[in-house]
């Protein structure tokens, strides 16, 4: 086995490991509820039964594509001319992230649709990409049937661009107190390895044409490779 057909094995392979890699920390990504950490606190002044109180309520929540779960904690202080009084009450719930109003309802579903259209992306460059191994493996990828190589480098560059795009729509989501959470370090690490899987699949995709086109080139025509007509090899009278 030539060199260069066992590089470009070795690429493909690469291409289909990494855009694995891709789709299952995308849809944990997606699936995750901790893509944004938020935690603020507030403090008020107020007037309960005629005397002077000090609310501070202390929120933190996490806020995934899908679901927002929150917890608030809620401290009354009342002073009277007894003394003060503490009051403590703490709330806590998982809801709809785009009922919340931490992140905007619209960048929300934005966010939902092209994580989703990613992931299918994703999937779409894991799929070509393992008939293209076959195909590779058993040389039968000549001109014009090479071209199709191009389809899984396609997918996995897609896939790179959503992904960061929603990445990118979030980040420009947050407010003084948020943070990207765990679930987001997810989405990066499913960008980098659908990147590496577009330049592996790229890299694979040249060799395989250009080797396609040089051997058409040089294949023997039709002509120089019919059987001799009968009476070609006579011997002159």
């Not at 392979?13 to 938020?38: F, N, P, Q, R």
């Not at 007894?82 to 966010?111: E, L």
């Not at 943070?179 to 790229?202: E, I």
């Amino acid at each position: 086995m030539e060199k260069l057909h066992i590089i470009t094995i070795a690429l493909l392979v690469s291409g289909i490991v990494l855009i694995s890699v891709s789709l299952g920390t995308g849809v944990a990504s997606i699936k995750g509820e901790y893509w944004i950490d938020y935690a603020y606190s507030t403090t008020v002044s107020a007037t309960v039964s005629g005397f002077p109180a000090t609310v501070v309520a202390v929120a933190t929540a996490n806020i995934g594509l899908y679901t927002t779960c929150y917890f608030i904690a809620t401290t009354t202080t009342v002073t009277t001319i007894f003394g003060s009084t503490t009051t403590n009450i703490n709330t806590n719930d998982c809801v709809d992230s785009a009922t919340t109003g931490y992140i905007s309802a619209d960048t929300v579903t934005a966010i939902q649709k092209v994580a989703v259209a990613a992931a299918v992306m994703i999937g779409l460059a894991l799929l070509t990409g393992i008939p293209v191994l076959v195909l590779t493996v058993i040389k039968k990828l000549p001109k014009p049937a090479c071209f199709v190589s191009i389809a899984p480098a396609v997918f996995a560059l897609l896939s790179t661009v959503m992904v960061l795009a929603a990445i990118l729509i979030l980040n420009k989501e947050l407010v003084h107190g948020m943070s990207l959470g765990n679930t987001a370090t997810l989405g990066y690490v499913a960008t980098v390895s659908a990147f590496l899987s577009t330049v592996s699949y790229t890299v694979a995709a040249v060799f395989i044409i250009k080797k396609a086109l040089s051997s058409s080139k040089t294949a023997p025509s039709e002509s120089e490779t019919a059987a001799p007509q009968e009476g070609d090899n006579k011997e002159p009278l």
